[in-house]
């Protein structure tokens, strides 16, 4: 979607710090980071909310985002520590991009429940 900021970054059309990249997922930095460590893990493929990913193939991207995710947890050393994986969706969710993304957050200790 060419109105859609993520499916920009994806395509590389807008800069973003990217982390990693898979064929069907892409994590980069988030612009206004919440923790020492503030990444978004994107589809690929432009999917509105989690919600959205229906059906086999969408769980199984679910699936993929979710362990991509994990992946770079890992390789950013936040295991021993531990971190925090949301998505948030629609208006009470806090949702702001309208395009599925995790964000993985660590470095810190988080409180909950969530304000
Ligand atoms: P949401 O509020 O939808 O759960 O999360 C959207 C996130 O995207 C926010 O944390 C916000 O800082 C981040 N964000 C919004 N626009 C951009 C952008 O152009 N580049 C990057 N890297 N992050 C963005
Ligand atoms: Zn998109």
């Known amino acids: 979607m060419s109105d859609c900021i993520f499916c920009r970054i994806v395509s590389r059309e807008l800069p973003a710090n990217e982390v990693g990249r898979t064929a069907d997922a892409v ?23 989690v919600r ?21 947890a890992t390789e950013l050393g936040l295991d ?15 949702q702001s991009v309208d395009h599925l993304h995790v964000h993985l957050l660590g470095g810190r200790q988080f409180n909950w429940p969530p304000g």
């Open 52 to 72: 959205d990913a229906t059906g086999t193939d969408g769980e199984a991207l679910l699936g993929r985002v979710f362990a991509f995710a994990a992946e770079l």
């Open 27 to 49: 994590a980069f930095r988030d612009l206004d980071p919440k923790a020492p460590v503030h990444v978004l893990v994107v589809p690929v493929k432009h999917v509105s909310a």
């Open 80 to 94: 021993a520590d531990g971190y925090r994986l949301v998505t948030n969706t629609g208006q009470h969710g806090g």
